[in-house]
């Protein structure tokens, strides 16, 4: 996907949103004026390898791995990009040559480059000396952004503690030597933008950003009495609903269990992308949970919604448009509408560059339901609907699926009379971690993992509380040959119920 981007990009003339760099073996000394100037104005591409002109000329190949890491951590150094906002740049192969891709989408927060704010037109990058020109920059973002109002009332004591170390995990499964993992807590937020100060009135905290991402289930009631996502499946009952997943939490665990009840009640596929193979609800599914959550306007009382229906999946979300109609790939500009959120996500491995959700969909979509074409649309609502295979074999999978709901409450029942002391959030994953087990036996961590969204490290300890009650048991004779499969014990409770 990267790749197509990149070469697209090289049709295209340097401008507002596309800057070209000669790089050999050195970052180009203007580079972070020029990261500084889209997180300021409207977000873009930079290429580096290229010349003013569009010349493919390439990095030095043998450098390119250390360019990168210089590249994430000068944007996560405050000394150079105040506030940090840190990147993650790519290397892409186009013509034989190395080049190296940052994407750099707009910022709701006003940045400087070694203390000087810089602005972006189509003539390049150019200073903002003006006190009046910088306020009207703050001004801008202030009104665009609700992410980044300040709640000088909430408390670092208002944040669930059990959310950082499932983000620490979540960072360090994607990347052990991020710059993030050396903070502590109250830093991790500061680096991470969710404690701002304003400087046109002196008001500072942490922002409605981070109320929402980790905030305490109370805390963001209280913030946003309307805030809530609501998951139904109408197949038989379009009425009202075969089953519902109401959730009022942080984003976080939001984002988990609407990836389970995904997992609970769509057919997966399999995909070799290259060597690897590869879960395509997992693909297509968590660009379209991520979206959901990510670009919502929060201070919109309108509820974000996912609908599952036999031939589709639809989800509406309030949304602060930059553009009215449909969006295709070849014709939209990616634009994060909660950029912090957003930020947050990507370092946790939910989200990809800005933009994947479209570009994702329609790539793995078609492996997923051949001949069918997604749908985003924006507006005031935002609304997108992925159609569903619907066959005899995909029908036969979603009939299978709803009568293994007849024993989701019996494997619910089972968990709550076994396995005390859990949090609600651990008995949900524990019996979706159970019904894929009983849709899938003899399978082993990575195959669960792709099936249920719930992390290697949760589900090791998620598995060990499965045994430890009687339900499952490991068969084979090394855990690369072995395989998870029910007990007796459980099959005949089961099957009684």
């Known amino acids: 996907m990267n790749e197509a981007r990149v070469r697209q990009l090289l049709q295209q003339t340097e401008g507002l949103r596309l800057e070209f760099k000669e790089a050999i073996s050195e970052l180009p000394a203007n580079l972070f004026e020029t990261v500084c100037a889209f997180l300021n104005r409207a977000g873009g591409d930079i290429l580096l390898g290229i010349s003013d002109g569009g010349k493919v000329l390439g990095v030095n190949k043998a450098r390119a791995p250390q360019l990168l890491k210089e590249i994430v951590n000068i944007s996560n150094n405050p000394q150079l990009l105040e506030p940090p906002f840190i990147l993650l740049p790519q290397l892409v192969e186009v ?196 979206n959901l959550l990510v670009h919502r ?37 990616p634009f994060a509408k909660n950029p912090v959120i957003a930020k947050f996500f990507t370092q946790l491995g939910h989200v990809d560059e800005l933009g994947s959700g479209i570009l994702n969909v329609n790539k793995y979509l078609p492996h997923y339901a051949p001949g069918k074409v997604p749908i985003f649309e924006e507006g005031d609502v935002f609304k997108m609907a992925i159609p569903l295979e619907v066959n005899g074999t995909v029908n036969e999978v979603i009939s299978n699926r709803t009568t293994d709901t007849v024993n989701d409450g019996a494997i619910e029942g089972a968990i709550e009379g076994a396995i005390e002391g859990a949090t609600k959030n651990v008995k949900i994953k524990l019996a979706t971690l159970l019904n894929a087990i009983v849709r899938q036996e003899g399978k082993r961590i990575p195959e669960y993992r792709t099936s249920t969204g719930i992390s290697e490290k949760s589900l090791e300890r998620y598995l060990r509380l499965l045994r430890d009650a009687g339900f499952i048991e490991f068969r084979g004779d090394a855990p690369q040959t072995g395989g998870y499969y029910l007990t007796e014990y459980l099959k005949k409770n089961l099957k009684n119920e």
């Open 297 to 333: 306007e929060f201070t919109n009382a309108y509820p974000a919604r996912l609908f599952i229906y036999t031939d589709r999946v639809v989800t509406e979300n309030a949304n602060r448009p930059h553009t009215y109609g449909r969006l295709l790939p070849e014709n939209f500009s």
């Open 95 to 290: 013509e034989g040559a190395t080049l190296i891709h940052i994407q750099v989408p707009e910022s709701s927060q006003v940045h400087k480059c070694r203390r000087i704010v810089y602005d972006r037109s189509e003539d390049g990058d150019y200073k903002l000396t003006s006190h009046i020109a910088i306020s009207e920059l703050y001004t801008r973002k202030s009104a665009s952004y609700s992410e980044n109002t300040i709640y000088p009332a909430l408390r670092f004591s208002d944040f669930n503690p059990e959310l950082f170390p499932k983000v620490r995990n979540l960072i360090r499964s994607r990347d052990y030597n991020h710059p993030w993992l050396a903070l502590d807590d109250e830093q991790l937020l500061r680096k991470a933008g969710l404690f701002r100060r304003d400087l046109q009135t002196g008001q500072e905290g942490y922002t409605l950003a981070a109320a929402l991402l980790l905030g305490q289930d109370e805390i963001i009631q209280s913030i946003l009495p309307h805030y809530k996502t609501d998951a139904l499946v109408r197949r038989q009952n379009l009425d009202r609903y075969d089953d519902r997943l109401y959730v009022q939490t942080n984003l976080i665990d939001t984002y988990d269990q609407l990836m389970s009840f995904i997992a609970k009640h769509l057919p997966d596929k399999f995909f070799l992308e290259g060597a690897i193979r590869v879960s395509l609800r997992s693909k297509i599914f968590r660009e379209v949970v991520a």
